[in-house]
DNA sequence: ATTCAATTTTG
DNA sequence: AAAATTGAA
């Protein structure tokens, strides 16, 4: 008899091109399997719409799958690990086969998963179904991870192999021999009874995939992409691919989107126009983006927590729930921000251009700590995708060695002009703003009274005026800075006393000499890698184990914990340690324990890095943080407060928690009823509860010292 | 050819 | 916001 193999469906939802599926089928009769887990996402559980997709795509690969002869087995569980084991014995399955991931917790989750069916005797064989090269195919001249996009690309589009044409869907499949349990898609609930009514309207404008996936490429192979070195300036109207959802589940292989484009490229190369290789180029590029988002990922796993330049761990963000309130609501009193505000809540989509001004306002304006930012948008938009997002807030919040600077501020009038220079995008989403003309459409509190009485706007009332004016940010900003630059070498002189006192040598950090918001230093985490010539990479998965919080939760949940989902995820999103930032100051001083101030799902990494896997060497830079990481305080501000509930569970928990933000009466809580209406976009938000986590967080510093200089000759001007 | 201003690009 | 590029004078 033919070998039996578990096909493990995950972000690779497709029949097309999928590494794991062809291989199975090459093995013998498959079993192609869907286990929906939110106990091991931990706080990156999806948000409605993205699950709305998730479900939709289901429906479809199930359909399709049958079609081939073997359904697609659906189940809802705590741990992956147990179905699959389950299923393998139930069916004599010998091995099972999937596509590699790269997000924090995947990363681990799929290493104990790994590891638990490799003890049982069953063999795992894992592919590259999400990238044009492997993580660890990619090193500097040096042999190590690129830090800076532009010299990692190029490293990419110049790889001694071409990327391998797509492979095609296998024909038919061989399905298991016997029943085995499985749900329908409906019954996984994936799809609250609540969110229903919202999420009939998303599917007027996607259809989730993978064969209509296919469908939106051909469009966009024929469409936009023709204009898009010119066109994907435009926020409004249809000039980009619109195909993140698709690529985020894996409906769309990359490499055949690669290859299609690509070939394109040729075609019009041959014809000689610039301009489609203009297009190609400029939107491969923003392919490369994603790919290396995984890198990032993969090289650095705490970077959905912490920023990539181990420096300016000191930046005191503000941790003002009103503010972030007001952000999410869309009413900052700044057009274009609110209108994008606006658009993400009532659509799950946004422009990149938008994405880019809505969130550095977050940063730069509100002084709101990027994590919060990060997981609205993941919680909102319809493409989510942790490492993406994950490399834009830190891209736009001066955590990048190639990215914005932290002091920055791009003004959001001068940007309205610019992307939308006719007002149509801000009339479109503000519709109390829709009448003012467009002299003032990007800053109305400019406008004189008459202009806004004759354009029915009562600033104040029916639209907020600014909620901090540019000259004050800015100010606010540099404030901000000069204490963080205090704070360091604060810091660093208490590190040097600890030092003396015997720590010794080993804490010593390479390059610390010289001003500290000079240097760039990068975390590193080293993952083990072979040597180049060996031959063949390896093919299967590395994983590096830098326990970081989410990942010992996730870990910890798909280990060890039993509880019924709907109160798991509650209590992974609410329970966090009570450590209010005003308790959290007192504890700075005489604190026998650092870490002890941290509760819950913080682990001093030097030990739980040796107590975990031998694969990674620990770099000093992270033994010296972890250190210094208890006594931070104020500044602390990882912890995400919840905005909104994404699980029935939190809701009750929500309604009792006290609402701390006094403004704008809030229209209903709990329900997810967002239309697109745009009555409806006057505003519905769930209260938040205070969910003060401990917070390792973000941090990071201005690049260069000329910087600090010139801005604060800058501020000495504006101010003659 | 040269300079300055305007425009575009920048991960 | 700043650097790089283009274009007009």
Not at 303 to 310: K, N
Not at 347 to 371: A, D, M
Request: glycine fraction near 8%; hydrophobic fraction near 40%.
């Amino acid at each position: 008899m033919a070998a039996c193999s578990i096909v493990w469906f995950r972000r690779d939802l497709r029949l097309e091109d999928n590494p794991a599926l062809v291989a199975a089928a090459r093995a013998g009769s498959v079993i192609p399997v869907f286990i929906w887990c939110p106990a091991e996402d931990g706080q990156f559980h999806p948000g409605r719409v993205s699950r709305w997709w998730l479900k939709q795509s289901l429906i479809h690969l199930d359909t399709s799958l049958r079609s081939l002869g073997s359904p697609l087995i659906m189940r809802k569980a705590h741990s992956s690990l147990t179905v699959l084991l389950e299923i393998a014995e139930a069916t004599g399955a010998t091995q099972v086969f999937f596509n590699h991931l790269y997000d924090p917790v995947s990363l681990v989750r799929d290493h104990g998963v790994k590891q638990g069916l490799a003890e049982c005797g069953i063999s795992v064989h894992t592919s590259n179904g999400d990238l044009l090269n492997e993580p660890w195919e990619v090193y500097d001249d040096e042999g190590q991870a690129f830090t800076v996009f532009n010299a990692y690309w190029q490293k990419c589009l110049n790889m001694p192999s071409e990327p391998e044409a797509p492979l095609l869907p296998p024909r038919r499949l061989t399905g298991p021999i016997g029943k085995i349990v499985s749900y329908s898609a409906e019954e996984l609930g994936l799809e609250d009874l609540s969110e229903k009514s919202s999420n009939a309207l998303l599917a007027r404008a996607w259809c989730p995939g993978w064969s209509h996936a296919n469908k939106s490429l051909e469009a966009f192979l024929r469409g936009a992409l023709l204009e898009y070195a010119t066109d994907r300036q435009k926020v409004d109207g249809v000039t980009t691919s619109l195909l993140s959802p698709h690529l985020h589940f894996g409906e769309l292989s990359v490499r055949k989107l690669f290859y299609e484009v690509h070939t394109k490229q040729f075609a019009w190369t041959r014809e000689g126009s610039t301009v489609g290789e203009q297009n190609v180029t400029l939107f491969l590029r923003s392919i490369g983006l994603r790919e290396y988002s995984r890198y990032l990922s993969f090289h650095f796993p705490f970077t959905h927590e912490r920023s990539l330049l181990a420096n300016l761990k000191s930046f005191p963000w503000r941790v003002d729930e009103g503010y972030f309130k007001a952000w999410r609501q869309g009413r900052t009193g700044y057009p274009l921000v609110d209108a994008g505000m606006r658009e993400l809540w009532a659509t799950g989509w946004l422009h990149n251009r938008i994405r880019v001004v809505v969130s550095s306002f977050c940063v730069k304006f509100l002084q709101l700590p990027w994590r919060w930012g990060m997981k609205y948008f993941w919680d909102t938009l319809l493409d989510a995708d942790l490492e993406s997002d994950v490399l834009g807030w830190q891209y736009i919040s001066g955590s990048l060695p190639d990215g914005h600077e932290l002091d920055r501020m791009d003004n959001p009038q001068l940007e309205g002009y610019r992307f939308d220079p006719d007002g149509e995008y801000v009339r479109r989403w503000l519709p109390e703003l829709s009448r003012l003309p467009n002299e003032w459409i990007h800053h109305p509190w400019d406008a004189p009274l008459s202009a806004l009485r004759a354009a029915g706007v009562e600033l104040g009332t029916n639209y907020p005026r600014p909620i901090v004016e540019i000259g004050v940010a800015r100010e606010r900003l540099q404030a901000s800075l000069a204490e963080m630059w205090e704070k360091e070498a604060a810091l660093k002189a208490s590190l040097a006393n600890g030092m003396e006192e015997g720590l010794g040598e080993t804490t010593e950090v390479p390059g610390t000499g010289g001003p500290s918001h000079e240097r760039m230093d990068v975390h590193r985490v080293v993952v083990r890698r072979f040597a180049p010539h060996s031959g063949s990479f390896p093919r299967d998965q590395l994983v590096p184990d830098l326990p970081t919080e989410s990942q010992q939760q996730a870990a910890a949940s798909i280990m060890h914990q039993s509880i019924p989902i709907e109160e798991d995820i509650a209590s992974t999103a609410t329970m966090p340690p009570p450590v209010p930032s005003a308790s959290a100051g007192m504890s700075l001083v005489g604190v026998s324990n650092p870490l002890e101030g941290h509760v819950r799902g913080s682990v001093d990494r030097s030990q739980s890095a040796q107590a975990a896997v031998p694969i990674l060497d620990l770099d000093l830079n992270s033994t010296a943080e972890s250190v210094v990481a208890g006594g931070r305080t104020e500044s602390e501000s990882g912890a995400v407060p919840i905005w909104s509930p994404s699980v029935p569970g939190q809701v009750q928990q929500q309604a009792s928690a006290e609402c701390l933000v006094p403004e704008v009466a809030d229209v209903q809580q709990g329900g997810f009823s967002r239309r697109l209406t745009q009555s409806m976009l006057r505003v519905n938000q769930g209260a938040m509860a205070s969910n003060k986590q401990d917070s390792e967080d973000d941090f990071f510093v201005p690049k260069r010292e000329g910087k600090w200089k010139r801005t604060v000759k800058q501020q000495a001007k504006r101010n003659c």
